[in-house]
């Protein structure tokens, strides 16, 4: 089993900057692709970002692109989700996800979750 831990959440205004870390444990981190799914009131958990197991590869969700960035560091065995520009439509629960194999959109293709950390954007 693999551990995640969200941290970084909080309550911002429109404009602001907030950086998401996830930090893993009981397995490989490097082995890993990492993703950030979202959950807003109401609606269904929506794909984020995701970074590939080498971190050469990244991919977003199209309303974020040049607005947030995923990143690792193996040695620390944590991903992170630096968003900036942030709007009152950002606002959801960020969840950190890993998997062996998978790096896409699904979110059922992922094996682990973490617990979620609550981002609020005020307008």
């Known amino acids: 089993q693999m551990q995640l831990v969200e941290s970084g959440g909080g309550l911002v205004q429109a404009g602001d900057s907030l950086r998401l870390s996830c930090v893993t444990s009981?397995?490989?981190?490097?082995?890993?692709?990492m993703g950030w799914f979202r959950q807003a009131p109401g609606k269904e958990r929506d794909f984020v970002a995701a970074?590939?197991?080498?971190?050469?590869?990244?991919y977003y969700q199209n309303s974020v692109k040049g607005r947030f960035t995923i990143s690792r560091d193996n040695a620390k065995n944590t991903v992170y989700l630096q968003m900036g520009s942030l709007k009152p439509e950002d606002t959801a629960v960020y969840y950190c996800?890993?998997?062996?194999?998978?790096?896409?959109?699904?979110?059922?293709?992922?094996?682990?979750w973490g617990q979620g950390t609550q981002v609020t954007v005020s307008s």
């Open positions: 996800v890993a998997d062996l194999w998978y790096s896409g959109d699904s979110a059922g293709s992922y094996d682990y």
């Open positions: 009981g397995r490989t981190f490097s082995s890993y692709n």
């Open positions: 970074i590939t197991w080498k971190g050469n590869s990244t």
